[in-house]
Antibody
Framework: EVQLVESGGVVVQPGGSLRLSCVAS????????MYWVRQTPGKGLEWVSL????????YYADSVKGRFTISRDNSKSSLYLQMNSLRSEDSALYYC?????????????WGRGTLVTVSS | ETVMTQSPATLSGSPGERATLSCRAS??????LAWYQQKPGQAPRLLIY???TRATGIPARFSGSGSGTEFTLTVSSLQSEDFAVYYC?????????FGPGTKVDIK
């Protein structure tokens, strides 16, 4: 069974940093592009970042470009999101998601999410 | 950015009724359109990709249609477990974008 388990969400002050992790199981991790997607009550679902199967390519939403860095460790079936210079508008539930068919851009499985709150 | 809109915002239906949800893209996304279902406290679940292909394990009462800028998700006969929020998402243009959702609740 495919499983994605996120961790690392906490309350952090504006300007602070945080690293989210996602551990995957139940599929061949390094066959798939992986994503971070966030959700807030106000803005809904927002794609944040993606990384190709081998880590060679990564893309970011304009709202996080230059502040967030996505990475992966295929030997550990793990995905990461380093979040720097955090702002209040980064407060959200962050999901790790798996591509539907290697690199299609749709998401066949999601984790349960990890909550990031940016507040002083 | 491709802006996705969904209508209606809320759809009230009864078990057994047919439900039709709409999604519109601000520019063509070809057939690169997915539908997700989200229940309270749960992550979204993929229902449809490629505008009309059901994901693994999705019941046949869910069907998708459309291409270009206009898409439809149809639930042929609402079951109690179908009352949820439904999102569309395009993956043809960068950045990937979602619609605001349609809430399907019990009449």
């Amino acid at each position: 069974e495919v499983q994605l388990v996120e961790s690392g969400g906490v309350v952090v002050q504006p300007g602070g940093s945080l690293r989210l992790s996602c551990v995957a199981s139940g599929f061949i991790f390094d066959d798939f592009t992986m994503y971070w997607v966030r959700q807030t009550p106000g803005k809904g679902l927002e794609w944040v970042s993606l990384i190709s199967w081998n880590g060679g390519s990564s893309y970011y939403a304009d709202s996080v470009k230059g502040r967030f860095t996505i990475s992966r460790d295929n030997s550990k079936s793990s995905l990461y999101l380093q979040m720097n210079s955090l702002r209040s508008e980064d407060s959200a539930l962050y999901y790790c998601a798996k591509d539907s068919s290697k690199d299609s851009g749709s998401f066949s499985r999601w984790g349960r999410g990890t909550l990031v709150t940016v507040s002083s | 950015e491709t802006v996705m809109t969904q209508s209606p915002a809320t759809l009230s239906g009864s078990p057994g009724e047919r439900a039709t949800l709409s999604c519109r893209a601000s520019q063509s996304v070809s057939s690169k359109l997915a539908w997700y279902q989200q229940k309270p406290g749960q992550a979204p679940r993929l229902l449809i990709y490629g505008a009309s292909t059901r994901a693994t394990g999705i019941p046949a009462r869910f069907s998708g249609s459309g291409s270009g800028t206009e898409f439809t998700l149809t639930v042929s006969s609402l079951q109690s477990e179908d009352f949820a929020v439904y999102y569309c998402q395009q993956y043809d243009n960068w950045p990937l974008t979602f619609g605001p959702g349609t809430k399907v609740d019990i009449k």
